[in-house]
């Protein structure tokens, strides 16, 4: 926030200031200032700031003159200067040369200033020597540890004299004060010629000579309207002339001033006239010792180029031609400035070179000065795959800051292109570097989009290169993207691919993205189109194999029991049998499949144990609230006891019986008063009923409790209640009862069996539990309707039983002449029934 409010004020400030400074100048309808940054021109008179053009926010900077400047002048020197800056931008702005500065709008004059603005500008190369008058306070960062190094010098050295000679030949024209001041170092590290105030225009004839008019130093000016007398020529004074020759004293000595200690010119004059007069004495016996100072390479011409013979001095042609010059650094600069006039191929020859001598340069030439020239080829197609390596190398050495400010805004619009394809496999082999450089919103609009087209592509060894770096960003890929944008094109490279390799690489990315997803996303998308795969070659099965164990094993994914009974399993245990498998693949699948069998196998019983003991629990509860079984149980068939346990009982017509577990008593917490004293009730009675003997109970007083409804059997219940009724009733004879009883006696005596009705006999007619005589229990009712008329009957059973006979035949005089047809339940009975139920009918 610190930081935050720095700059704002430093943005206050700066706006503060011109709006006090350019009321009403019309430079401020066109552009807007933003930061103050440098000085330039004679005593750095004009203040230099940071901006912008309006219309088009394309960068600039903005020259400004406060006349407040000039208010202890005096009146006359006062509109001299102002004249002779006005002069000075006039001049500048008619000229146009790659060596001269750029002027972007022409000079404007108001009430209280004059402005024009130029192309970006760093600072004059006075400012970057140490001169820091008319410069805001405290400097600014990138002037405080500005350090030239000597590529740069030498390059500059050799812009400026391109810029004499363009002068010098074609406009014909003197500069006549080349001086740190007039130097201006723009934003990209170029040395431009500034500073036209006391340039001298040719004024003879076409075709003549040509003729610079010469006008005397007045030491009666102020020293500002005049050229400065460090960097003026001697034959100023020694024969009152000027010519081109001038300017090469004046490049001699800024050369000195560049390599000496402190910066100081070597006469270290100031404005001094008469110490000016004295130094152009000294200079006929310069002492080679006092150049010591200047680079070895240069020491010799830089004496030449002070000599105070002009004729003797080196044009610029010739200093440009001098051994120093030859250097690697020098002429790649040089190079790339002249690059326009090249044809393709000549390009892609230096691009193939460049990487090595960037790796050479000072990182601040790289930026300033060779990215802009490379990046202008980014609207050459064809070019782009040459010059992108050569950017991607010099944002390896940039800091994040640097590459977000100066690298990326240029690299955007790269991503796009597609043809040629050698741009994306270029991007896909550096991806790492973009991806540790890029912010992450840019991520997820630039380089995302870009991957999506890589995977996109035909070419095998970008979609692997793509599918190598997917998961480097995974982090960044939000939700909604992973499951909408990159695991379909995924899916889709996967089952569309005629290459094995990107197959299995497609597989090796889904596992390693299986951190980023969520759980249903895999089960819902990974796992089901895992069996889609058109291939079964080992390598895609071990991938397949991968997936799934990452999947099974990942604390936060994992696998249902579900889903690997009935999607996974079958599509794994075909793939055992597969022949390609080698014996460590076969190892690894069996172990997978063992391991999903046992896992189900786990996970379903320990669910259907849960099941279980919530069943039991259930029955418990209830049975400890409810009131106690009836205390006469059933014993259970053998045969029923076959099928017991089988899960099988609640379709059973018969139901076996079932032991119900002892009765507890459930947690106190969730029984009322009334619960618990029902229950120690039932205790009390269940313990008073075990105490008594089977024999003491009396068998009236037994009530059973009420049963839930059982399968009847037909057979015992129909004979039961038949014999109910035969043991309810007496016998009733006819009018010959006496006759008929000698002849039953007669027939039972000789052949009818004898048929013992006892209850307690095996023929128990499933009425098991009575165990009184037949003829002591109770008769049917007298509505049953049941009658006989066979006398042979009646004889038959009085010889078994004199009570049965008499209660049998006192009982038929009281119904009706009617004989029943058992016929109907024969096919119910068995044999031994049937023959009983014969003698009952007959």
């Known amino acids: 926030m610190e930081v935050f409010n720095k700059f704002y004020s430093s943005v206050s400030n700066t706006v503060s200031q011109l709006s006090g400074v350019l009321p009403g100048n019309p430079v401020t309808r066109e552009f807007e200032a933003t930061q103050f940054i440098a000085s330039a021109g004679p005593g750095l008179l004009w203040k230099v700031y940071k901006g912008f053009k309006k219309s088009t926010k394309q960068e600039a900077s903005i020259f400004v003159f406060e006349k407040k400047q000039l208010e202890r002048w005096s009146k006359a020197d006062r509109d001299i200067m102002i004249d002779i800056l006005k002069r000075g931008i006039v001049q500048l ?367 095998q060894q970008i979609q692997e290169l793509c599918l190598s770096v997917l998961p480097t960003f995974a982090s960044l890929i939000d939700y909604p993207a992973m499951k909408n944008a990159l695991l379909p094109r995924i899916k889709k490279l996967c089952m569309s691919t005629n290459y094995i390799s990107v197959r299995v690489n497609c597989l090796l990315c889904l596992g390693k993205l299986l951190e980023h997803l969520d759980k249903w996303l895999v089960l819902d998308e990974v796992i089901p189109f895992l069996p889609q795969i058109p291939s079964r070659e080992p390598a895609v099965l071990m991938g397949i194999l991968g997936i799934y164990k990452l999947t099974l094993g990942h604390k936060k994914l994992g696998i249902t029991k579900e889903v690997m009974a009935t999607k996974v399993l079958p599509f794994l245990i075909p793939l055992c049998v597969e022949n390609g498998l080698t014996l460590n693949q076969f190892n690894a699948l069996i172990s997978l499949v063992k391991l999903m069998i046992s896992k189900v196998e786990s996970e379903h019983r320990s669910k259907l144990e849960q099941l279980n003991s919530i069943q039991n629990e259930s029955k418990v509860m209830e049975h400890a609230l409810s009131s106690p079984d009836s205390l006469v149980t059933n014993t259970q068939p053998d045969i029923d006891r076959m099928f017991s346990g089988l899960g099988i009982e609640s379709f059973s017509f018969n139901k076996p019986e079932k032991h119900e577990p002892a009765i507890t008593v459930p947690e106190r917490s969730s029984l009322t008063i009334e619960d618990k004293q029902r229950i120690a009730q039932h205790q009390e009675t269940s313990r008073k009923f075990n105490r008594q003997t089977p024999s003491a109970i009396p068998t009236p007083s037994i009530v059973p409790l009420p049963q839930p409804p059982k399968a009847v059997d037909l057979t015992n219940t129909l004979l039961q209640s038949n014999l109910n009724q035969l043991t309810t009733k007496q016998f009733q004879a006819t009018n010959n009862s006496n006759s008929m009883a000698s002849m039953t006696s007669s027939t039972a005596n000789t052949s009818a069996p004898n048929y013992n009705l006892n209850i307690g006999s095996p023929i128990g007619f499933g009425y098991q539990n009575q165990s009184m005589p037949f003829d002591k229990q109770l008769a049917l009712p007298p509505s049953t309707g049941w009658t006989s008329t066979n006398s042979a009957t009646n004889t038959t059973f009085g010889n078994q039983s004199a009570n049965f006979n008499n209660k049998w035949a006192n009982n038929q005089s009281n119904q009706n002449n009617m004989k029943q047809d058992w016929s109907a339940f024969e096919s119910l009975l068995p044999s031994q029934t049937k023959i009983i139920l014969a003698i009952i009918t007959m």
């Open 93 to 459: 702005t008619k000229l146009r040369h790659p060596q001269i500065l750029t002027v972007q709008h022409s000079l404007e004059e108001s009430r209280e200033s004059l402005a024009f603005a130029t192309e970006p500008v760093f600072a004059s190369l006075a400012n970057i020597l140490g001169n820091t008058e008319n410069m805001p306070h405290p400097l600014p960062n990138h002037i405080v540890h500005y350090k030239l190094y000597e590529v740069e010098i030498k390059y500059g050295l050799m812009q400026v004299a391109e810029g004499l000679a363009f002068l010098h030949n074609d406009v014909k024209l003197l500069h006549h004060n080349i001086c740190p001041e007039s130097i201006i170092v723009n934003q990209q590290g170029a040395w431009k010629i500034f500073g036209f105030d006391f340039c001298i225009a040719n004024q003879s004839m076409t075709g003549s000579a040509p003729f610079w008019p010469f006008t005397e130093y007045c030491q009666a000016m102020h020293a500002l309207t005049q050229p400065s007398l460090d960097f003026l020529a001697p034959e100023y004074i020694l024969s009152a002339t000027h010519s081109p020759a001038s300017d090469i004293y004046s490049l001699g000595m800024v050369i000195y001033s560049l390599h000496s200690t402190g910066h100081n010119t070597l006469g270290n004059i100031g404005n001094e006239y008469s110490k000016f007069k004295r130094f152009v004495n000294e200079l006929k016996t310069l002492s080679p010792s006092r150049l010591m100072c200047v680079n070895e390479g240069l020491r010799e011409y830089v004496k030449l180029m002070l000599n105070v013979t002009p004729e003797l001095r080196p044009d610029p042609h010739q200093f440009l031609k001098i051994p120093y010059f030859e250097d690697v650094g020098v002429k790649t600069l040089n190079y790339l400035d002249s690059m326009f006039q090249w044809d393709n191929l000549q390009k892609s020859q230096f691009y193939k070179g460049l990487p090595q001598i960037i790796q050479k340069m000072p990182h601040r030439i790289c930026i300033y000065r060779i990215l802009p020239c490379l990046t202008k080829e980014f609207v050459n197609p064809p070019m782009v795959p040459f010059v992108l390596p050569n950017v991607l190398l010099i944002a390896e050495n940039s800091s994040k800051e640097e590459y977000v400010k100066y690298i990326l805004p240029v690299l955007k619009p790269v991503m796009l292109i597609q043809d040629p394809i050698q741009i994306l496999l270029i991007f896909m082999q550096k991806m790492e570097l973009l991806l540790k450089l890029t912010p992450g919103d840019e991520v997820k609009t630039e380089i995302l989009p870009m991957l999506y087209r890589a995977l996109e592509s035909d070419a």
